[in-house]
């Protein structure tokens, strides 16, 4: 992700090192690690036998004219490739140069439930991050020390708790109307609300039907992260580790390791949730379904986790200010990638406008193309005019 390694430059943020995912798979009650290639349980083919996931992956995106490089430009996928992978899904897509059932149902298991079934030009970027070459970080002291250092360098011009209910263009201004009633004029405004937010703000004029359409038709994932810290990372004694740790058809789906080198001694993970699993989680009673899905993994691998010393959860679906995790267009749907062309004064940003839906880097990607549309001959400031920069565009 270089736009976001170059904004940790900038603000000199320290880094911890998590280490690519050497899972242990489960599925159809069968196991198999990933640090032990021979001898997997399941109905794979020749091509696929004794080399890992990721690999076997590159190769079908390969044989697809796909990479984990050229996947992750800002100008992709260009009108050939919208064309040529537009009706297909990621199942679709690797089944046709060769994949069996068994790799693809290890790839949700690593991936997600979602990947083979989701179309094929939204999760190749995120499989790209995943399966390409590993650049694996976190900030010590949280990744929110990011937005943190951007916002100190905006000083006092941030406006928060101020939940936007109109926008209006007229003449040349556009006019910000927020829940309590104080509006806000400017030339252009850039919004980042997500588009499950943006169908119930009143703008005027209104959006064209093909605007309309997009916000509508994106789908949106209802991701559940369960947050679960033990007294120390004792799977490293297994030989797994990573992004994932762990990855299954069972309810629980995957789980991540963040540990890396992390000087606490503890281990920090946690499960991420999708779809039918999120669905079936957020059903359950708030007060025990975190646990739930903990007592549920340690019951299917009871070696890999210690004492457990805390447990939370965030379910993205219930946050007012997005209601969904990440968007991205259906199969069929390559005519919404163009998402961030700008409405009149109205220009779009956030990281579900590009093809790296649910990640920072897409959000910043999104963020440069918006200040591009603005002012075409904008360029970026040597340092330290980060600040002048961000006021000019």
């Known amino acids: 992700m270089p736009y976001v390694l170059s904004y940790l430059r900038r603000f000199g943020l320290p880094l911890l090192s998590l280490n690519d995912g050497a899972p242990r798979y489960m599925y159809d009650g069968k196991f198999a690690e990933a640090a032990k290639l021979s001898g997997w349980p399941w109905a ?8 890992s996931v990721a690999s076997t992956l590159n190769r079908y995106l390969f044989l697809n004219g796909l990479d984990t490089d050229t996947v992750l430009a800002a100008g992709w996928p260009d009108p050939a490739t919208m064309a040529r992978l537009d009706s297909l899904t990621v199942g679709d897509m690797i089944k046709r140069v060769g994949g069996s059932d068994a790799f693809l149902r290890l790839l949700d298991a690593h991936g997600g439930t979602f990947t083979s079934s989701s179309a094929a030009l939204g999760p190749i970027p995120d499989l790209a991050y995943h399966f390409g070459d590993q650049n694996l970080f976190r900030i010590r002291g949280g990744n929110d020390k990011l937005p943190s ?12 708790g101020a939940p936007v209910v109109a926008i209006r263009q007229s003449g040349r201004n556009v006019k910000v109307t927020v829940k309590d009633g104080r509006e806000f004029t400017g030339d252009v405004v850039i919004s980042t609300i997500p588009f499950t ?13 093909r605007k309309k359409a997009m916000f509508e038709k994106m789908e949106w994932d209802k991701t559940v992260k369960v947050i679960v810290q033990t007294k120390s990372p004792s799977w490293l004694a297994k030989g797994v580790h990573g992004w994932p740790m762990a990855g299954s058809d069972q309810p629980w789906e995957r789980l991540i390791d963040i540990t890396g080198n992390e000087p606490g001694g503890f281990g920090n993970t946690f499960f991420y949730l ?36 805390l447990v939370r959860e965030f379910a993205w679906s219930e946050q007012p200010w997005i209601r ?21 004064r109205i220009h779009f940003a956030g990281d579900f406008t590009t093809m790296k839906s649910g990640w920072v880097e897409g959000a910043i990607e999104s963020g440069l193309r918006a200040a591009r549309q603005i002012d075409p001959l904008a360029q970026p400031e040597a340092e330290p005019g980060l600040r002048q920069e961000i006021t000019r565009r």
């Open 324 to 344: 969904g995790s990440f968007g991205g267009p259906p199969v069929g749907g390559a005519w919404m990638i163009a998402s961030g062309q700008a409405r009149g």
């Open 197 to 209: 937010v943006l169908q119930d703000v009143a703008v005027a004029p209104a959006w064209s039907p």
């Open 274 to 309: 999708n779809g039918a699993n999120a669905e079936a989680l957020l059903k359950r009673p708030r007060e025990t379904r975190a646990q739930d899905i903990v007592d549920r993994f340690r019951k299917d691998m009871p070696d890999l986790f210690d004492e457990v010393v």
């Open 44 to 51: 794979l083919t020749t091509e696929e036998r004794n080399v």
């Open 149 to 160: 250092a951007m916002a100190k360098v905006l000083g006092n011009n941030i406006v928060l």
